[in-house]
């Protein structure tokens, strides 16, 4: 008996010790034009993706990617045949699909809608006709039967991840590129038996097959929610590029929720009006808690004479300026005395960079270096403005253009895709819009348009700060900290809290923390991870731009002393609850760590002029940081903003409801 059960504890620890990590990325943008589709841009996802995976230790071999004719319903289902043949228990999996969606009468009398969702492969088309009938449409329900099998076969000790960056909306597409947008797929005067009310993604259905008591846990992320539009940035999907982004500034010991919170994060800079979805078990450790920190080194794309190109751009934060090391593949620590090559980035475009190097490095083979962030440059506040049709006013236009050139703060463009903000015109004057749908982006209903070129130019400095600042991402993980609101019921007699309320009763289905007006009250809990005691400051972020320090404020004037969190330790400030007014809208709250006191609240207040009657310097880097990002004037130093900062930053999302 003790032989079995040595041999079988030996099979399991074999098992485990084995456990791999597969990947089948799925991108489909070239649709054939008898189809219907318009072309969008899902190819550039897969080097996002695949360079995330990648960097997770997912081996090469074990990522399946298909791209446009590879990508029909059979090849799909195909290849998610062939990968679950391969899979095992305790494997991880990540399953990603970039293409448009749609949303096609139910076949089966499921939906509380009438609607299924839907994928939409190489070879479906856009209308239902007597050629087509919706058969190469891969629906919710197939694909939930998929769901069921893989986490069968993945065992309790496995994970499924599965990403949509798609859309399902049945409504007319505004705006920049927007996978999906058409009608429902169904027949001439078809009409829904139902008109219930979805939430979420509404893709995670149930399957036919029968789900085992110890299947793996799994979590499905989609771009939108059911009855939104998910929109492209700049030439590739908007959640493909928050969770790349999310996935290179992660801490430790984080779970699927707290992924998500940073893919949220990330694309209420990206696209504020578009809801991203969670569902699923999200308190489960990533990965199994086998998430590498990403630390700041990056594979070589290509080498040539005295330069290298790097897989990475402005969008993992690596701007020009940044220095670098040059270290054998494989390196744990950076020591002086390993160090190959240094040098500087000369260019930083989206997803990739140009490295000028100070030595030629030996040979040509890329896969024999890494290279490694020294000090980074924080790059300077950029924007592209488009103008829509509505803007007629030629010296608006013209006061527009003069600005962001004089102040090297951007340019107009000629093409939306391109653009992180338009200007549109409404009856008071122009308004800021997002790329992404063309609504306002100001959710405040007295908030009118200007006819005032320098006031244009104002709000759209002001709109530039706020996104520069969401984005700023400085990870020094020896101060790691993280943070959260805590809802409360408070005593009305006494003005004390009376009980802590459930966070999970303040989510909504797509997994966003909500506040009524008037009613709500929360208090504010930081934790310190490090071990090392530390600083914080938190500054609030709106959709325009407005950038207020939330922690310490005018009503919690926080010394040094009382923003000082020991070692491992979680602070809940209990002592100073807010509530909330209008505007309706998603906030971003932005955290900053650090081993020394840190407090923003005088560099807001004064907007980056000097910090008091006496003319003093700044007690912290941070903080000149900070003022130097009221800063209109982004010319010529090349040494500006780099620097190695010793903090932490970290962000987190909730939205202002209606009573």
Request: negative net charge.
């Amino acid at each position: 008996m003790k032989k079995i059960i040595l041999a079988l504890l030996v099979c399991f620890s074999f098992q485990f010790i084995h456990a791999e990590k597969y990947a089948l990325i799925v991108a489909v943008g070239d649709y054939p034009k008898k189809t219907g589709w318009s072309s969008i841009s899902s190819e550039n996802d897969v080097p996002l993706i695949k360079g995330t995976l990648l960097n997770q230790d997912f081996n090469e071999k074990n990522i399946t990617v298909l791209i446009n004719e590879q990508a029909t319903y059979k090849g799909i289902k195909q290849a998610l045949n062939e990968l679950l043949k391969k899979v095992k228990p305790n494997d991880i999996v990540v399953i990603h699909y970039s293409g448009h969606g749609q949303q096609i009468f139910d076949d089966n009398d499921e939906e509380i809608d009438g609607k299924d969702e839907a994928l939409v492969p190489y070879d479906a088309w856009v209308r239902y006709n007597n050629n087509y009938q919706g058969e190469n449409h891969f629906r919710d329900d197939e694909l939930g039967n998929y769901i069921t099998k893989f986490r069968n076969k993945l065992n309790s000790n496995g994970q499924l991840l599965l990403l949509l960056d798609s859309c399902h909306s049945g409504s007319s597409t505004r705006g920049g590129k927007a996978r999906g947008g058409k009608p429902v797929f169904a027949p001439e005067n078809w009409k829904p038996e139902k008109n219930g009310n979805v939430s979420g993604s509404d893709m995670n259905e149930k399957a036919k097959e029968k789900l085992h008591p110890n299947a793996a846990p799994f979590v499905l992320i989609s771009g939108a929610s059911a009855n939104e539009e998910n929109y492209e940035y700049k030439g590739t999907g908007s959640l493909s590029n928050a969770f790349s982004t999310a996935m290179s500034s992660l801490g430790s010991d984080f779970s699927y929720n707290e992924l998500f919170a940073k893919i949220e994060s990330y694309m209420n800079v990206i696209a504020p009006k578009q809801n991203p979805t969670i569902e699923g078990d999200l308190n489960v450790l990533l990965f199994n808690n086998e998430y590498k920190q990403q630390q700041p080194f990056y594979r070589i794309k290509s080498i040539e004479q005295g330069y290298v190109k790097i897989q990475a751009g402005k969008i993992q934060g690596v701007f020009k300026n940044t220095t670098v090391n040059i270290l054998p593949a494989g390196t744990t620590e950076v020591e002086e005395k390993n160090i190959i090559s240094k040098g500087i980035i000369t260019t930083s475009r989206f997803n990739e960079s140009t490295i000028k190097l100070d030595n030629p490095l030996e040979d040509f083979n890329e896969k024999n270096y890494w290279v490694f962030i020294d000090k980074l440059s924080y790059g300077d506040i950029t924007l592209d403005v488009f103008f829509d049709k509505s803007v007629k006013d030629k010296i608006i236009k013209n006061g527009v253009e003069k600005f962001l050139s004089e102040k090297n703060l951007g340019s107009v463009v000629k093409k939306i895709d391109s653009a992180d903000v338009v200007l549109g015109s409404d009856n008071f004057g122009v308004v800021l819009k997002s790329t992404t749908g063309l609504e306002k982006i100001d959710q405040d209903k007295g908030a009118k348009g200007t006819k005032s070129v320098d006031e244009i130019n104002q709000k759209l400095y002001a709109f530039a700060q706020g996104q520069y600042l969401k984005n700023l991402n400085i990870k020094n993980y020896n101060y790691e900290f993280e943070f959260r609101l805590l809802p409360i019921k408070m005593n009305d007699d006494t003005g004390s809290i009376e009980e802590y309320l459930p966070v999970e009763d303040f989510i909504n289905d797509n997994g966003t923390f909500q506040i009524r007006e008037e009613i709500d009250d929360i208090v504010l809990e930081v934790t310190n991870k490090s071990e090392v005691p530390l600083y914080f400051t938190i500054i609030e972020i709106n959709s325009t731009g407005k950038v207020v320090s939330f922690m310490p404020n005018e009503d919690y004037d926080l010394n040094d002393d009382e923003r000082k969190i020991m070692p491992g330790k979680t602070k809940i400030l209990s002592d100073y609850p807010f509530d909330f007014w209008p505007p309706y809208e998603k906030l971003t709250l932005k955290g900053f760590a650090a081993p020394s006191p840190i407090n923003f609240q005088s560099a807001i207040v004064t907007r980056g002029g000097t910090r008091s009657a006496g003319n003093l310097t700044w007690s912290n880097p941070l903080e000149r940081f900070l003022a130097d990002s009221y800063t209109q004037s982004r010319g010529g130093n090349p040494n500006r903003g780099k620097a190695k900062m010793d903090a932490y930053t970290t962000e987190f999302i909730y939205e202002i409801i209606k009573k």
